[in-house]
């Protein structure tokens, strides 16, 4: 497919718009509105969400997560502290996380600061996971070169007859990273492409500060 072809790719859209008046005050309400739309259209990994950090030099990279919470303490996944990302947001704790609900017509995006949960939340999530999920998580060095698939195998091999009869303990490196937000915007596709963007916006610098909300152009 050529530049012209891609540059012809297009869908209209045909929902409902975004107006002022009908946000709620808080935008967890409208989010999770949303999501309950998502689940119900059936989109596959209705939670997955892109995050976005930057390393120390700057660099920027995205990739997809899978949110497990979301709530008035900000917006939950979990992964191995080591990796890439958790490297980046040591680094960084600014990121942004992107729910890309297409078939829908409808974005949700979320600018804040990232820190790791409590040891106790990580724990009580990675009990929760299967058996086969927690012996990867500990197998997995995450983000660093591996020569083949196989090795990767084989150390799952050697940690299930390691802890065969017992409970695969959670390694230290893995665990929850919350995203407090400051600006939460939502995205409504809108015909001729003039869009819906309301953004939520902290009143202030300051956590639990009153949300205002600002309609930015498309």
Same mark, same amino acid.
């Given at each position: 497919? =050529? @530049?012209?072809?891609? +540059?012809?790719?297009?869908?209209?859209?045909?929902?409902?718009?975004l107006? &002022? *008046?009908?946000?709620?005050?808080?935008p967890?309400?409208?989010?999770?509105a949303?999501?309950?739309?998502?689940?119900?259209?059936?989109?596959?990994?209705?939670?997955?969400? #892109?995050?976005?950090? $930057?390393?120390?030099?700057?660099s920027?990279?995205?990739? %997809?997560v899978?949110?497990?919470?979301?709530?008035?303490?900000?917006f939950?996944?979990? *992964?191995?502290?080591?990796?890439?990302?958790?490297?980046d947001? &040591? /680094?960084?704790?600014? #990121?942004?996380?992107?729910?890309?609900?297409?078939?829908?017509?409808?974005?949700v995006? #979320? @600018?804040? *600061?990232? +820190?790791? *949960? =409590?040891?106790?939340?990580?724990?009580a999530?990675?009990?929760?996971?299967? !058996?086969?999920?927690?012996?990867?998580? %500990?197998?997995? /060095?995450?983000?660093?070169? $591996? /020569?083949?698939?196989a &090795?990767?195998?084989?150390?799952?091999?050697e %940690? @299930?007859?390691?802890y065969?009869?017992?409970?695969?303990?959670?390694?230290?490196?893995?665990?929850?990273?919350?995203?407090?937000?400051?600006?939460?915007?939502?995205?409504?596709?809108?015909?001729d492409?003039?869009? @819906?963007?309301? !953004?939520y !916006?902290?009143?202030? +610098?300051?956590?639990?500060? +009153?949300?205002? $909300? &600002?309609?930015?152009?498309?």
């Amino acid at each position: 497919m =050529d @530049d012209l072809e891609l +540059a012809r790719l297009r869908r209209d859209y045909e929902l409902v718009g975004l107006d &002022e *008046t009908m946000l709620p005050a808080d935008p967890l309400e409208l989010f999770h509105a949303w999501l309950a739309d998502a689940v119900r259209a059936t989109l596959a990994e209705a939670n997955a969400m #892109v995050v976005s950090t $930057v390393a120390g030099d700057g660099s920027p990279s995205s990739r %997809l997560v899978l949110c497990k919470g979301a709530d008035q303490r900000g917006f939950v996944f979990f *992964t191995n502290y080591g990796s890439r990302k958790g490297r980046d947001i &040591e /680094a960084d704790p600014h #990121v942004s996380l992107l729910f890309p609900w297409h078939p829908l017509g409808r974005q949700v995006r #979320v @600018d804040g *600061t990232a +820190a790791r *949960t =409590d040891p106790a939340e990580s724990a009580a999530y990675f009990d929760s996971r299967p !058996r086969g999920a927690q012996l990867s998580a %500990l197998a997995s /060095a995450q983000s660093d070169v $591996v /020569a083949t698939r196989a &090795e990767l195998e084989q150390r799952v091999v050697e %940690l @299930d007859r390691r802890y065969a009869g017992s409970d695969v303990p959670r390694p230290p490196h893995w665990g929850g990273i919350r995203v407090q937000p400051q600006a939460i915007e939502f995205w409504q596709g809108r015909r001729d492409r003039l869009h @819906d963007r309301l !953004r939520y !916006r902290r009143g202030a +610098a300051v956590a639990g500060s +009153a949300w205002m $909300v &600002e309609r930015l152009q498309p």
